[in-house]
């Protein structure tokens, strides 16, 4: 019976002991149990109109933070979670990380994705092992003796194409996580920036039409296969452009500067001749044998036809992309027959 008492006294004493440890919880030194209400502003960001789904759209590299005006203590086996707020975008391959399926925010702008990764944690916050950049949705929990203080959340984010993007400037303005601890909710996370899609303007038909005159040549200008008149100067010119500003160290470069991409294929009864030096044929209602187009960039290189070729860079306003034409000779005869000579081209303009 006494052994019972002793053992009975210790239990209690022993339990006493392990409620004295202090700061089992995360706790604010305002001694404040409401969520802080945060907001970031991302401020402009802008994706070039044909850059590929999954492509980040801003610079994730910088750590953000934004301050609790509070501090909040955590100690040994305190929990931090942070949980998305709103629908998810599914099967997005994300080109610059490796973005968990469950981390991909879809944004109230379509088209657009978020993905949040929480960081700044001292040494003693353990998390599951596959999450190693610590995204959102996210547990963490504390294993360290001593106090851990936190005066902000600190995050990197990635803005990521999900989707076409409407033309246009576009505003996000949403509530997109919120932090609990222990002791209940901990924060709410808006996040704001604006989206604008960069790229230019067509005219309507006709106005998008363009006529090279190639002018009148004698045969005696061709002395054999792969000899040319003088080259015809004409342009592509692109209207209502938005340039956008970019961050230089995209993985697929195209945010070294918004370009417009030309592709130039056959039309009508024009067709591809040799496609890396950018030769068409004569249409089919033409009369002169032995002849076709070779159409040339600015620097007289030949224009590699039936594919994107990146020319020139985007500018506010008017953007026009100089281009030339000549005719080539690609009989093996000495001179070609004369008659008319002419050919049809479609154009096509990406930007990214």
């Known amino acids: 019976m006494q052994f019972l008492s002793r053992l009975l006294c210790y239990l209690g004493l022993s339990a006493l002991s392990m409620v004295a440890i202090p700061a089992l919880a995360c706790t604010w030194t ?13 401020g402009a960001v802008f994706s070039p109109r044909d850059v590929p789904i999954g492509t980040t759209l801003n610079n994730p590299s910088p750590i953000r933070a934004v301050n609790f005006g509070d ?24 080109d610059y990380l490796n973005v968990p399926a469950n981390a991909l925010l879809q944004t109230n702008v379509p088209g657009v994705g978020l993905a949040v990764y929480i960081t700044g944690f001292a040494a003693g916050w353990r998390g599951p092992a596959d999450n190693p950049n610590r ?43 919120s932090g609990t601890t222990n002791i209940g909710p901990m924060f709410d996370l808006t996040f704001t ?23 009148t040549w004698e045969k005696r200008v061709f002395n054999g296969k792969d000899s040319t008149t003088p080259a015809t100067p004409f342009a592509i010119t692109l209207s209502a452009c938005i340039a956008g500003s970019n961050y230089p160290n995209n993985a697929n470069g195209y945010f070294n500067g918004n370009y417009a991409n030309i592709q130039i294929d056959g039309n009508k009864t024009s067709s591809i001749v040799d496609a890396a ?62 008659g008319t000579a002419d050919g049809h081209a479609s154009f096509t303009v990406t930007y990214r």
């Open 30 to 42: 305002s001694g404040g149990t409401t969520a802080k209400a945060l907001t970031y502003n991302a």
């Open 71 to 94: 501090r909040l203590r955590c100690g040994s086996s305190s929990i931090y979670n942070v949980a998305l707020i709103g629908p998810l975008a599914a099967d997005i391959p994300v």
């Open 135 to 177: 995204f959102v949705p996210l547990n963490l929990t504390y294993a360290s003796g001593t106090i851990a203080e936190m005066p902000s959340v600190m995050f990197r984010y990635m803005l990521v194409k999900t989707g076409d993007i409407p033309a246009g400037t576009h505003s996000i303005n949403q509530l997109v996580a």
């Open 193 to 215: 920036a604006t989206i604008t899609v960069a790229g230019c303007s067509m005219p309507a038909a006709p106005g998008n039409q363009i006529d090279v005159p190639m002018g």
């Open 277 to 338: 030096n950018g030769i068409l044929s004569l249409s089919s209602d033409s009369t002169a044998q032995g002849v076709a187009i070779q159409v040339l960039q600015a620097n007289d290189a030949p224009m590699n036809l039936g594919q994107p070729v990146r020319l020139n860079r985007i500018v506010n306003g008017t953007t026009t992309v100089p281009l030339k034409a000549r005719y080539i000779q690609i009989g093996d005869g000495p001179t070609p027959m004369p």
